[in-house]
Nanobody, 129 residues
Framework: QVHLVESGGGLVQAGDSLRLSCAAS????????MGWFRQAAGKEREFVAA????????DYVDSVKGRFTISRDNAKNMVYLQMNSVVPEDTAIYYC??????????????????????WGQGTQVTVSS
């Protein structure tokens, strides 16, 4: 079992920066893959970013490439999402998710929510124009 707790959300203005944090506890073997997802009001959950345990492989949805950076500190069991140059379209509840090493391909990073086993409660990010 893995317990994930997100923090760092809030109300910001367009162009601002924000850093989300996700604290993981429990079975660390179930945190090989860590991902950030978001869900805006009235919309489906969307993949944002993913990172493997080594931290050297990351993946992003096109809409955040160049603006968001996912990172992790395995010693602290933390995952971060640095959000720069935010826009109103980034407004959503942001969720942290984790999964064990299900895939043998060393370059593969899961993008579907169905590929993650554990989820946090989410943190609200609101970007005003």
């Amino acid at each position: 079992q893995v317990h994930l707790v997100e923090s760092g959300g809030g109300l910001v203005q367009a162009g601002d920066s924000l850093r989300l944090s996700c604290a993981a506890s429990g079975r660390t073997d179930s945190t090989y893959y860590m991902g950030w997802f978001r869900q805006a009001a009235g919309k489906e959950r969307e993949f944002v970013a993913a990172i493997a345990r080594s931290g050297d492989r990351t993946d992003y949805v096109d809409s955040v490439k160049g603006r968001f950076t996912i990172s992790r500190d395995n010693a602290k069991n933390m995952v971060y999402l640095q959000m720069n140059s935010v826009v109103p379209e980034d407004t959503a509840i942001y969720y942290c998710a984790s999964a064990p090493k299900y895939y043998s391909d060393p370059y593969y990073l899961p993008r579907s929510g169905y590929q993650y086993d554990y989820w946090g409660q989410g943190t609200q990010v609101t970007v005003s124009s």
